[in-house]
C-alpha cells in the first residue's frame, strides 16, 4: 500500500540481537563472514526431559551484554525475551536519538505473541505441587502486554503499546504497523519490535511433529543443518534473535546526525485464507505485486531480494516460484536464515535490518550450506560476500495461518 506520504517514511535507527552477534556492528560483521552458531540447544527447557540425545538444533545468543541503564531490580524479574527487548531497544533508542522525542509522541509496537513459553514451562516444572508459592511475576509474564510494560516503563514511552502477532511474519509486520501509525499522525515516531520468541521443548517438538523444524538428519553435524533453498533441506533451524526499528519521517529524523539506514518505500500484506502452515503462491504474489506498486515500482527496478527461506521442503519452491512468476529472477537473492537460523517472531524486523546494513554497507553477505541449489537459474550469493550497491530491494516475511508480508525499501 501506499499514500502519497509514504515514500517519506525512513528508517532512522536500529537495535539488534543474534545468535550472531549483538549490536548492529557485530551482527553486520557475522553476517558478511559467513559465522554460525548452531548446535544442539542447551538451554534449560528446551530439550525433553530424558530425551534420547536426539536434541533440537538451533543458534542460542551467547552472553546478553545488558546496558547499565535498565536497573537489576527490572532484569531479575524479566525474562531472557524481556532482556533481550530491553538490550536491543536500548541500541536502536540512542541510535535514533529518541531521548529527544517528546514521549507522547512515540509509539511501540511488539510483533510477536506467546513469546515466553519457555519460561512459562520452567515455572509449571519447578512449582509443580506447590503452586501456592508460584512468584507474583508469573500473572504478568503469560501476558503478551508483558514486553510493552517492560519497554514502556524503562524508556517513557508515552504514546501508544501494543502487539501484533502473525506467526514467523509478526516482526515485519510490526514494521508495517509502524509504518501506518507515523503515515497516519498518531505519532512523530514509531518503535517497531520483533521479539524473540523462547521456544520450550513443547514448541519444539511441535513444529518438529509438524515436518517444519528440521529432524536429526544432521545430529551429528548441526552447522550442516540449516540449509534454505537447497536441495538437502528438511525444515528450518532456530535462531534465537530480537530486532528493534524506528520509523519515523524523513525531516523528523534530522535531529541524528547521518542519513537514514533506509526509505520505506511501500508494503503490503495478503491473508491466504487458511489455518494450515501451507505456503500459497497466489498469496505470496499479491503481497510481492502490493508492495511493489505502493513503491510505484516495476519489477525490473527491484536488484536485491531479501527472501523469507526458511529451509521448509513446500515453502522454499513456493517462494521461489512466487519470486519467478512476479518477474524479479534478475535479482540478486541470499538466504539470512543460513546464518542466522530462524528468528520466528522476531525474522521478518532482523532481515529488514539485515537489508539496511548490507545497503550501507554496499555487500551482500553468503548463503551458507547452499551446496545444490534448488534453482540454480537464480541469482545467489554463494558462499563468499561480494559487493554490490542496493538501489532498490525487496524483504518477504510468512506466517502460519496464511500471512504474507512484503516491504519495499530504497536506497536513502
Known sequence: MKSPSVSDLVVSGVGVTSAIGQGRDAFLAALMGGRHRFDIMRRP????????????????????????AIPRSVLRTA???????????????????????APERIGLIVGGSNVQQRELT???????????????????????SDLCGMCTEEFGIRGFAYTVGGASASGQLAVIEAMRAVESGRVDVCIAIGALMDLSYWECQGFRSLGAMGSTAFASEPALACRPFDRDRDGFIFGEACGAVVVERADSARRVDRAPYARLAGWAMAMDAQRNPNPSVEGEMKAIKGALAGAGLSPQDIDYINPHGTGSPLGDITELESIRECRLGHAWLNATKSVTGHGLSAAGCVELIAVMLQMKEGRLHPSRNLDTPMETAMKW???????????????????????????????Y
Open 122 to 144: 520452567l515455572a509449571h516444572d519447578n512449582y509443580r505441587g506447590r503452586e501456592q508459592f508460584l512468584r507474583p511475576t508469573y500473572g504478568m509474564a503469560f501476558m503478551d
Open 79 to 101: 525474562s531472557l525475551s524481556g532482556q533481550v527487548a530491553l538490550a536491543t531497544l536500548h541500541e536502536a533508542w540512542l541510535d535514533a536519538a529518541l531521548g529527544e522525542v
Open 381 to 411: 550469493v554463494g558462499k563468499e560476500a561480494q559487493a554490490h550497491t542496493i538501489d532498490n530491494a525487496l524483504n518477504l516475511s510468512m506466517g502460519f495461518g496464511g500471512v504474507n508480508t512484503a516491504v519495499c525499501l530504497q536506497r
Open 45 to 68: 527447557g528446551r530439550q525433553r526431559p530424558g530425551n534420547d540425545g536426539a536434541g533440537f538444533i538451533g543458534a542460542e545468543i551467547g552472553e546478553l551484554a545488558m546496558p547499565g
